[in-house]
């Protein structure tokens, strides 16, 4: 038999797509490697799954990093926040604002997403066990290879995911695929994720467990901002902003070797903090330091500067110059980004330039799509992965409709 389409990868966006194709009755199958579907999605968000957030289509796709971000309008457009709100909703499942940014299912409960997005699924259409090792493009039609079946369909939907956890069965085949089609692609590296520090492990055990609130933290090398919570470890740093700059982090590395941060422990620059000092001479140091920060940091740094804490005026210009520094722009080397088989969140994927903005067709190769995690499309943490997943599963498969019909 040769199916209308085929997806491959029952994650989020593969799912998204076969309720389009059920909607429909479109003739397809869902070919699955694992003995369930949605096993990474099961994981998100702490368990609790962010699907969407509250930014309008404009200032979602601002926010992201990477140059291309504008191929993202056409499916966004198609299928942005209100229609995923919508489509759960349908389904009895609604959600709640967190922080006045972030949506999470009223239940708290990853599998109460996963279950809104198979419940109208016929399971006839789904195979499980069903690890697709090779993909031939065989004149108006493809042939898809497990290891005990093959498979023919008109359409192919590539949704398998980048190589994050791929204990998930994430494990990077879309782009095995895509090699073997002569489809370009980037390889994956990690994006989302913490960071080791060898200086913070063995020179700053005493920062370790540390939060500070609205960091601005630069990677220096690369003039890169972002400004969020971020957190010392017992291994380097975490917290939503080192999340977001780890891939320019890791650039920076596959560069350098090393990568440098700039750490404000005060929201002061170095010369406004330089002339607070000054001003206020007549008082010890700590006591002035500790109305801008923690006495356990202001302890930690001037121990590392080596400068005894007394009145402002019996202490060196220099040593205030070298204190307003450590203080508002603490320097931390990161000697690696964590694995991206860890990472929550991989940079790379199909090439972008090779895909229909308006279907996730590729150019070259008719009746092939990639979808989700597969392509060079992330964003940070908060919801914008699963909300891309969702877009590009909806504007493929409406796209293969509308072939169809």
Known sequence: MIYDAIIVGGGPAGLMAANQFEKENINYLLLEKNEKCGKKLLLTGGKRCNVTNQLPIKDFIDTLTFKHKRF???????????????????????????????????????????????????????????????????????QLITKDNTYFAKHVIIATGSNSFPSTGSSGDGLVFAKYLGINYFDFTPAETHVYSNQIKQNFKSLQGISLSKAIVKVKQLKTTYQGDLLFTHFGLSGPVIMHLAEFIDQDIRENKSSILEIP????????????????????????????TTKRIVEVLLTHLNIE?????????????LISEAFTAFEVTIDKVEDKEKSYVNKGGIDTKALDPQSMEVKNNKGLYFIGEVTDLHGPIGGYNITIALSTGYLASTDIISKLS
């Open 72 to 142: 993202l309008y056409p499916a966004l457009k198609k299928f942005g926040r209100d229609d995923v709100i919508s489509f759960f909703k349908i389904r009895n499942l609604d959600f709640v604002l967190e922080n006045n940014f972030k949506y999470f299912p009223k239940t708290e409960k990853s599998l109460s997403v996963l279950e809104a997005l198979t419940q109208d699924l016929n399971q006839a259409h789904i195979r499980y066990h069903q690890s697709v090792k090779e993909i031939h493009k065989q004149n108006n039609h493809y």
């Open 309 to 321: 804490s007394k009145k402002i005026i019996e202490i060196k210009k220099k040593d205030l110059h």
């Open 265 to 292: 422990f005060i929201d002061l620059n170095q010369d406004k903090l330089f002339e607070v000092l000054q001003s206020q001479n007549h008082k010890l140091l700590h006591k002035v330091l500790e109305t801008y």
